[in-house]
């Protein structure tokens, strides 16, 4: 991992400091199987002060990961760092999403880049509330947090997001594509919920050893 904790860059705009400052960080498009989907317009991310400063992103079976956040009171200074914080640690683990318990915060707050093109576009989604539709479709879903484990998770194919954005105003974005499915995922690390509680039998049968190695581990290790 580079050591960015020392640097401060100050941007007029929030998405253009991001993309500025994480370009080593920028991953693969086609980690995410060649799927797009096409967002709505998306909320602009007004300017401040970005800290260099990736957050751990911890993992299974930490206890925050199980538990269902807690509603984010006020969007200032403290979540709008946390949010770009959040952003940087996402592409350095070249993901598409993340939420806040997966970096130790119990906060109804998640980023996330679905990748349009291969120009950065993250979108910060504080206090979200999903409605699904549109018929179960089974695909392959990873995780930060639970490494190197790849499940077959069913999740309806169409959804509409409504959230706060950094500048506390409200927005509404909707996916019939890959959109839908991250933020699905995202939203499910909120309710304390995992890709894992969502295996299907020979899934569970397949990791079952592997994830008995993460609690082990965990235990050992004390969570660090």
Known sequence: MVDLSSRMVCFPDFQAAITATLKEYRPDPKRVNGRRSRLAVQPRLPWRTVTETPLQIIRYPHPVLAARARPVEAVDDEIRSLAARMIESMYKAE???LAAPQV??????FV?????SEEMDPVVFVNPVLELDGELEPFEEGCLSIPDIRVIVRRPGAASITATNLDGDP????SDGFAARVWQHEFDHLEGKLI???MNPRDRL????ALKEMRADFEATGGL
């Not at 130790?104 to 707050?109: M, P, V, Y």
């Not at 927005?171 to 909707?174: D, E, I, K």
């Open 95 to 97: 993901g598409v999403g």
């Open 104 to 109: 130790g915060r119990s906060l109804r707050l």
């Open 112 to 116: 996330a880049d679905p990748r349009e």
């Open 171 to 174: 927005f509404t974005l909707r």
């Open 196 to 198: 894992i509680d969502r």
């Open 206 to 209: 397949v990791h079952r050893r």
